[in-house]
């Protein structure tokens, strides 16, 4: 079934544990992580044009700092599925920006996986999960999670994902810091700190998966790990502040979201990551700061557009 106009809201990602091994001949390091989708979302509008160009426009929080020109990951997006299946229609793609840019939340591979959802219906596509999937495995390695959603476990690059049993709901706080870091720039400082020979395969921590099946905060809260953190802190060290700032507050945990520079923190209850999100406003010591609870679906076609 086609349409001539079809919004998709699609979620942020954070990785409970990411292990890192050392880099593959590709350049890519091979992953072993836990995603978790994030009720902080990106909404992606597209509307139906006669022609085939495909434009962009971004507004919302962090607008200013994302490209409307063809680097943009929803152009890239709707421009792949154009190629591979022949499609003679463009679009107008029309993004509602609220997650972090250049955060370590997914932002841009999210609005990617958006938009392989929202042309698939505009277009009258028929594709199926897998055949989505596959797409967007070649857009980035974490579009294929920003698709599924929930809580997941992500191998290869990071871009094959199979579902993890998770219970309950968790209350994650996050510190949105000035300014982003580039996802390859931390990979390389990575690189930089850790001797390669003595990098061990990636792997995911039992203790994690049974945290998750338990739905205890406080045992969610002891297993996790980000290989990532002590690069990007060694870009970014005053984040060291923030993350202890907001253990000193009460949070379960603190660590740094992906690639960074966004802080996470664990609260017990959402009453608590209420307190811990007004505590961190206050403190000047982040550009902004959100509250949202997990896991969440991915991206999915809501029944009427939001309006702006
Ligand atoms: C680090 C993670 C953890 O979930 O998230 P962010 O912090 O960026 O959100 C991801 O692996 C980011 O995935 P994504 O942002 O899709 O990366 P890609 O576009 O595939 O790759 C961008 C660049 O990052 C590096 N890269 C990415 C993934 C990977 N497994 N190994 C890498 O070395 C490579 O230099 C690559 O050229
Ligand atoms: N739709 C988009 N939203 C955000 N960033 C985008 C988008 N398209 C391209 N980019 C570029 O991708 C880079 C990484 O963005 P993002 O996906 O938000 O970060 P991260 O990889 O840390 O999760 C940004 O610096 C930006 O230049």
């Keep these: 079934m086609s349409a001539h106009q079809v919004t998709v809201r699609a979620p942020a990602k954070i990785n409970l544990g990411l292990s890192v091994g050392p880099p593959r001949p590709d350049g890519f390091h091979p992953l072993a992580t836990v995603y978790q ?7 992606v509008t597209a509307t139906l044009r006669d022609d085939s160009d495909v434009t962009v426009e971004v507004f919302g929080d962090f607008a200013a700092d994302v490209p409307t020109d063809s680097t943009n990951l929803a152009v890239k997006a709707a421009r792949v599925l154009q190629a591979e299946y022949d499609v003679e229609e463009g679009v107008d793609l029309v993004i509602r920006k609220t997650i972090p840019v250049a955060g370590g939340m997914a932002g841009g591979s999210t609005d990617a996986a958006a938009t392989l ?7 009258g596509l028929g ?3 897998p055949e989505l999937q596959h797409l967007a495995a070649d857009l980035g390695s974490d579009v294929p999670f ?6 997941a ?17 968790f209350h994650w706080v996050f510190a949105i810091a000035e300014g982003g870091l580039s996802t390859p720039a931390v990979f390389r ?9 003595r990098v061990e395969p990636p792997e995911v921590h039992p203790e994690l998966l049974t945290a998750l099946l338990s739905g205890q905060p406080a045992a969610l809260a002891v297993a996790l790990s980000n290989d990532m953190q002590a690069a990007a802190l060694s870009l970014r060290p005053e984040l060291s502040a923030t993350l202890q700032f907001g253990l000193d507050q009460g949070a379960l945990a603190a660590m740094i979201s992906g690639s960074g520079p966004t802080c996470l923190f664990l609260a017990a209850d959402s009453r608590r990551a209420v307190d811990l999100a007004v505590e961190l406003a206050e403190s000047g010591l982040c550009r902004m700061v959100r509250q949202a609870e997990g896991p969440v679906p991915g991206a999915r076609i809501l029944p009427a557009p939001i309006p702006r």
């Design 37 to 43: 989708a994030v009720a902080l979302y990106d909404d």
């Design 117 to 123: 959802v929202a042309c698939n219906r505009l277009w």
């Design 127 to 129: 594709l199926t999960q």
């Design 146 to 151: 920003c698709l599924v959603g929930h809580t």
């Design 153 to 169: 476990l992500g191998r290869g690059r990071g871009e094959q994902v199979t579902e993890v049993m998770s219970r309950g709901t």
């Design 189 to 197: 400082e990575l690189d930089r700190l850790r001797p390669l020979r």
